[in-house]
């Protein structure tokens, strides 16, 4: 029996020391595993976490941007109400205008203006206002009253050249230099 007893002994070590290595050995597999488990959710947590960071930056720039082109919008806005404003005071500025005695040296310069352009006997279309003011005048054939702030139509003697001195006119085809000059006097 002891021989048998010796042997059993040997196969239950041999067995322990089996079951201690294959323990070891699924032990560290186990250390292995988790480590590696821990390194690849740090790994997915870092590259989210940085792809977040990314996405939020972009979404932040374009807010930002967003917020920039509506202030911009805004301003221009303000500009142009401004600036409308500013034209409407501008035309009763020269309404009022026609009303005072400077006015018709205004008139005698236009009509100066006219026939260095058009020739010395020239067409001359006002307000009916006007009329009396020009009617003395020499060289000037009154032709039809216009719907005018103030100002005059003039056209040689032919009818086939023009010129359009209304304040409406001059007003038009100068508006972005006023607008320079405005939006200059408003950034100050």
Not at 41 to 68: D, L, T
Not at 169 to 182: A, G, M, Q, V, Y
Request: aromatic share 6%; proline share 1%; hydrophobic share 35%.
């Amino acid at each position: 029996m002891s021989i048998s007893y010796t042997f059993i002994k040997e196969i239950k070590d041999r067995k322990e020391q089996k079951i201690n290595i294959l323990d070891s050995t699924l032990a560290e597999k186990k250390a292995k595993i988790q480590s590696m488990k821990e390194s690849t959710i740090q790994e997915i947590q870092n590259q989210y976490s940085n792809e977040a960071k990314a996405k939020s930056q972009r979404e932040a720039a374009r807010i930002v941007e967003a917020a920039r082109l509506k202030a911009k919008k805004i301003l221009f806005d303000a500009i142009n109400a401004n600036m409308d404003s500013t034209f409407d005071t501008i035309t009763k500025e020269l309404k009022n205008y026609t009303q005072k005695p400077e006015y018709k040296i205004t008139l005698q310069r236009m009509l100066n203006y006219a026939k260095q352009k058009l020739g010395q006997n020239i067409i001359v279309h006002c307000r009916e206002d006007d009329k009396i003011i020009l009617k003395g005048m020499d060289n000037i054939i009154l032709g039809s009253s216009i719907q005018t702030i103030g100002g005059i139509l003039a056209e040689d003697k032919n009818g086939t050249r023009e010129l359009d001195l209304t304040f409406e006119e001059l007003s038009r085809t100068h508006e972005d230099e006023i607008k320079n000059f405005l939006l200059e006097r408003m950034i100050k």
